[in-house]
């Protein structure tokens, strides 16, 4: 079963046909919410609120451990993250949405391994290419059978917040290779990595990175809503092409509805 990680922008999942909630808990503790299962377009999905239903969990205090537990042990063969993230590369905008293909991580203090010792081996797990590239294509795909500009690859800069970067921060990570920044794609990605579920990433922008084109006098999210909000839009409507995608290739009567 597929399963949505929502970020800001993304509390719900309009189009998923609820069929139930699920409160879990975890060895790791409480996830982000109850997962709330149920059908896009007849098929399976999973959702799951990163910063909560109040959106009152901010990006530091996310238990990613539980979050990402909670969806492989409730069945997820694969996980996409929606998150939202300023734009740091020029060509790139507000309501972009881009499919990042490499991260660097900024963040600190966050647990951040599944293998922290304890009874469990030494485990260094393979991070070359820390997004399922099987994924990412079909998430490209249906961006592109929907009609929607899906921008490939991007180096996705993750940093610790909540506070937004400064300037010369920005200025940092572009040295470095980013070409967007977020906050809450480390430790995700690798934690999925270290449980086996493959993930992979839809990065809407909702700013250009603090000092640059429209943000170069700061940046004030109140003002960025509704176009977040426009993109989530067409976020939803590439889950739903890939959800269809996929349940082509299962025979035709699991289909109904695409
Ligand atoms: N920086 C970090 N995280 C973000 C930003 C940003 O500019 N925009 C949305 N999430």
Redesign the pocket.
């Known amino acids: 079963m597929l399963a949505i990680i929502g970020g800001s922008g993304l509390t719900t999942l309009s189009n998923l046909d609820v069929s139930h909630r699920e409160v879990v808990r975890t060895p790791y503790g409480e996830p982000s919410g109850a997962l709330v299962i149920g059908q896009i377009s007849g098929q399976p999905v999973m959702f799951l609120p990163r910063h909560g239903y109040g959106h009152t969990i901010p990006p530091h205090m996310v238990n990613y451990l539980a979050n990402i537990w909670a969806l492989h042990d409730h069945g997820a063969t694969g996980v996409i993250s929606v998150a939202?993230?300023?734009a740091i590369r020029a060509d790139l905008k507000p309501g972009d949405i881009v499919l990042p293909h490499q991260i660097m991580d900024y963040t600190w203090g966050r647990r951040s391994t599944f293998f922290d010792g304890g009874n469990t081996p030494v485990t260094h797990i393979d991070f070359t290419e820390p997004y399922d590239m099987a994924l990412y294509t079909r998430i490209a795909a249906a961006a592109e059978a929907a009609g929607i500009e899906a921008k490939r690859g991007a180096v996705y800069a993750a940093?610790q917040?909540p506070r937004?970067?400064t300037a010369a921060e920005v200025n940092r990570l572009e040295r470095d290779g980013a070409d967007v920044?977020?906050?809450t794609g480390m430790p995700e990605a690798a934690l999925a990595r270290e449980i086996g579920l493959p993930y992979a990433a839809i990065n809407v922008v909702?700013?250009h990175?603090?000092g640059r084109g429209s943000s170069a006098q700061g940046?004030h999210f109140e003002t960025l809503e509704p176009v977040l909000q426009e993109a989530m839009g067409r976020v939803r409507t590439i889950i739903e092409h890939l959800v269809c995608s996929q349940s082509r290739q299962q025979p035709a009567e699991t289909a109904e509805g695409c």
């Open positions: 939202s993230v300023g940093t917040g937004l970067e920044v977020g906050m909702a700013n990175a603090a940046i």
